[in-house]
Structure formats: C-alpha cells, structure tokens
C-alpha cells in the first residue's frame, strides 16, 4: 500500500492543486523549435491521408475556417518589447491544444488535428516523452474539449505539469 501510495505521489499533489485552483505553469524549457503555418497544415495533411485511408476522416478534415489556424499559430510565438508571451514548450504546446480544440479553426477534426500539432510541437522541440502516451493525450485532449472556458489557465497549467 506504501508503494502506491508514494508512487502516485504527484498526483495527489496535482488533485489538491486543481481543487484549490493553485496549480502553476510549468516553465522549464526554451523553444527551439517555432512551428510555422505552412509546415503545420502539411503536416496535417500528412494526418488527414492517414485518417482517410482507414476511414476516419472525410474530406472535410483539416480545411481551415478562414485565417484562425494561422492567426492561432502567430498568437503563440507574438512577444511585446522582444519578450516572447508564452515563454516555453510547456506553455506554447499546452496553448497550441487549448486554442485549436476550443476556437476551433478548422471545420473539422479539431480535437485530433489539437492533439496532432501538439505532440508535433513537443518532438520538434525534443520533448517529447514516454509520459504522454497516447491514452494520456486522448485523455488531456476530451478534458480541455469539456472544460469551461474560464478554466483556461488551469487547464493550461495542468497540461504543462503533464509534459
């Protein structure tokens, strides 16, 4: 019992965390990687053949809403006074996801094109980790999908102790 009980230890402290709403972003690694619009959706048309050719995508997939995958994608690399917003991997991924699943710039597959470019983000910023196995980025992904809005920065702040 001692075992578990000190193996699932951090979770214990996260649960506390989110139920007094003190959970704080975790900043700890420099970009290395900027992603760039044009790179994403050929990467997500990458996604989208995959999908289609099992058939769990249509067509529709991955067709963006005007310019707000692009406008999403400038939001997370914008600085002010040469000092980046989203200082970190942590933080610009855990955005990338929040924004794509809840603005919804694509007409559809939002949620798995969200999930998609965030694990994208974290390998090319060599972050990428055993932890964020794929029940667990299902899992992450459905929680800010049903999330309240004005949770954004717990949420943003749980996904970046997950990384």
Do not use: C
Not at 29 to 53: C, G, M, R, W, Y
Not at 92 to 105: E, F, G, R, T, W
Not at 114 to 127: D, P, Q, S, T, Y
């Amino acid at each position: 019992m001692d075992n578990l009980i000190t193996k699932y230890q951090k979770s214990w402290n996260l649960l506390f965390q989110y139920d007094e709403n003190t959970i704080q972003i975790k900043n700890n690694h420099p970009t290395n990687f900027i992603i760039d619009h044009q790179e994403a959706i050929q990467n997500i048309q990458l996604l989208k053949q995959f999908l289609v050719s099992k058939n769990e995508a249509s067509n529709l997939f991955g067709i963006e809403r005007e310019n707000g995958f692009k406008a999403l994608i400038n939001n997370i690399n914008q600085t002010f006074s040469k000092i980046e917003l989203f200082q970190s991997v942590e933080e610009k991924s855990a955005n990338l996801l929040y924004y794509i699943v809840k603005d919804h710039p694509f007409i559809d597959g939002n949620k798995r094109i969200g999930a998609f470019i965030f694990v994208l983000f974290l390998e090319k910023n060599n972050l990428l980790t055993p932890n964020l196995n794929d029940i667990t980025l299902s899992a992450i992904t459905l929680l800010v999908a049903n999330s309240n809005p004005n949770e954004k920065e717990l949420m943003i702040n749980f996904i970046t102790q997950i990384i």
